[in-house]
């Protein structure tokens, strides 16, 4: 059984910095890709990025590009979004979630898919 438990959300001055950690296990397909999403109240919820777990690739919503960004270390099991120079508009609920290359990569492209397996969330606050 595949399990994502993610950390390290809290509360933070706009232009501040959060790391968020996914420690994952269970896992026996041979590929596949981590994500970040995150939903605001009120709002859908967004794909952020991901990471492959075969070649290490990433994609990022536009939102995040060039603030944001999510890593890797396999002897952890553990995925990180370090996020840079935050803003309001950031604060959400963050999830850690998995499934395939292929689906994560259309879940932040289109959006109009869900991947199978999430952690239980972290609140991300902003304030301005």
């Known amino acids: 059984e595949v399990q994502l438990v993610e950390s390290g959300g809290g509360l933070v001055q706009a232009g501040g910095s959060l790391r968020l950690s996914c420690a994952a296990s269970?896992?026996?397909?041979?590929?596949?890709?981590i994500g970040w999403f995150r939903q605001a109240p009120g709002k859908e919820r967004e794909a952020v990025s991901y990471?492959?777990?075969?070649?290490?690739?990433?994609e990022y919503a536009d939102s995040v590009k060039g603030r944001f960004t999510i890593s890797s270390d396999k002897v952890k099991n553990t995925v990180y979004l370090q996020m840079n120079r935050l803003k309001p508009e950031d604060t959400a609920v963050y999830y850690c979630?998995?499934?395939?290359?292929?689906?994560?990569?259309?879940?932040?492209?289109?959006?109009?898919?869900?991947?199978?397996?999430w952690g239980q969330g972290t609140q991300v606050t902003v304030s301005s």
């Open positions: 979630a998995a499934d395939s290359l292929q689906v994560l990569r259309i879940a932040i492209r289109v959006g109009v898919i869900s991947p199978a397996h």
């Open positions: 269970g896992f026996t397909a041979d590929e596949y890709a």
């Open positions: 990471i492959s777990s075969t070649d290490g690739s990433t």
